[in-house]
């Protein structure tokens, strides 16, 4: 399997879940707001033989001419978004949801940013985006993809394509979903935000903006070990230095 980070570049976010870019060679994090965390935004395409993955979506933030982030970091990666055949989703809050779809300014109307794709998303993740009881999801792309056929709605655990393993472990957000991705004996793993940067797998904490940090702190260490012993390759979406790590 081929993996390929899709950097969005870093950013600081505080308690108003803002992300700000963050550029280190400019900025000094002791000018942010106190307690501000400092993450990368980094999706993921993982090429197998049966499909081009997208593992969440980005920001959906836009380059200086209009063009969508992630489609340009793909394009420099040589991949049409046409080709794109199943993104998949670990949560819909803002920072991995926000590209699933976007509004074209002149027609004024939203589009789904990857429309030969299917869409993999858990179901009560999705009822609790739509029910706009927190302000963490993108609620604009949810709703709009919750309009589509493109959608498919998955639940607990269970395989895709005999080779797609996912498994529901709420910790970051009650409905976050894990993936395992098994191809010729090799496993990628995308813990989402519940295993979000190398050093919170070495270190055992409970992080304040987890909605179970307990559990998510337990998951990481139980995903470490199991890791080491299946030498599975860990997907980071907001490590700022390590994007992929295997033992
Ligand atoms: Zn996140």
Request: hydrophobic letters at 40%; zero cysteines.
């Amino acid at each position: 399997m081929k993996i390929i980070p899709l950097s969005e570049g870093s950013f600081t976010v505080d308690g108003t879940k803002k992300f700000v870019p963050f550029d280190p060679a400019k900025d000094n994090l002791k000018d942010r707001p106190a307690g501000s965390l400092l993450v990368e935004v980094q999706p993921f395409v993982v090429i197998t033989e049966k499909d081009i993955l997208l593992l969440d979506t980005g920001l959906g933030f836009t380059m200086p001419d209009g063009t969508l982030q992630i489609h340009h970091n793909l394009m420099q990666a040589g991949i049409n978004p046409m080709e794109v055949t199943k993104v998949l989703m670990s949560h819909l809050h803002r920072d991995h949801a926000g590209g699933i779809s976007k509004e074209d300014a002149v027609l004024q109307q939203r589009f789904l940013s990857f429309p030969n794709a299917t869409y993999i998303v858990n179901k009560q993740e999705l009822e609790i985006a739509l029910s706009k009881l927190s302000k963490s999801y993108a609620i604009d792309d949810v709703s709009m993809l919750a309009e589509t056929d493109k959608l498919q709605l998955i639940e607990s655990e269970g395989v895709i394509d005999d080779y797609i393993f996912y498994e529901w472990t709420g910790g970051h957000s009650p409905w976050h979903q894990a993936f395992w991705i098994k191809e010729n004996n090799e496993t990628v793993f995308f813990g989402g935000d519940v295993a979000p940067q190398l050093f919170q797998m070495k270190t055992k904490f409970v992080t304040k903006y987890d909605f179970d940090g307990k559990l998510a702190a337990d998951l990481r260490v139980k995903w470490w070990e199991q890791g080491q012993k299946e030498n599975w390759k860990f997907l980071f979406y907001h490590d700022i230095k390590t994007p992929v790590f295997s033992f």
